[in-house]
């Protein structure tokens, strides 16, 4: 297993974990299982380390290829997206707020919005700032999950041991990371609906 390998290579598993997630990005694949992996077999700070890198220049990747390298190709496929406009107006006006705030808001697919940022105005410096920062609520909710599920996991087939107050840390501590992600969320999406034209945040049907 991909995870077991990256854990007994200590260090070198976490940058080559961060490899594999800028190269997933790049070809627009699911990170999900990556992220709750990455807590699982390292941990929460490690584990969000390796994604946190992984995920931010996987992202910068992908918008400077997008950018400079299938522009064309993607100005099609964005032309195919109702959004986009609302967004590329959007950007011209506030660019670091809006990435920022699309990257808090899970109505925008993280994927995705790696390419339609690279043929908009904004500055490659506001891009990778407002990514940045608008990842790390998602990314410790997913990986806190992965950390968890392996302390329930161990705890389970009893190689730990661990009194009620352990039990109500790891309970306690995901409850609390979902409601603040969930909570930060709304309001990323709230502020987005002042920010876009009407509509630009309903779903259309689309992936």
Known sequence: MFLDFTKSLGYWGLAL???VYVIATIFMLPGSILTLGAGFAFGLVKGTVAVMAGSVFGALAAFLI???VARDFVEKKAN??????AIDE???RSGFKIVLLTRLSPVFPFNLLNYLFAITKVRTRDYFLGSWLG????????????TAANDLTQIATGN??????????IGGGLVATIIVTVIITRIATSAL???LPAGALEDDGEE
């Open 17 to 19: 974990l961060a490899v």
């Open 66 to 68: 997008g950018r400079y």
């Open 80 to 85: 195919e997206n109702p959004r986009f406009q």
């Open 90 to 92: 959007a950007v011209e």
């Open 135 to 146: 990842m790390i609520p998602g990314t410790l909710m997913y990986v806190y999950l992965g």
């Open 160 to 169: 730990v041991e661990k009194g009620w107050a352990y039990y109500s840390l």
């Open 193 to 195: 609906r002042e920010k």
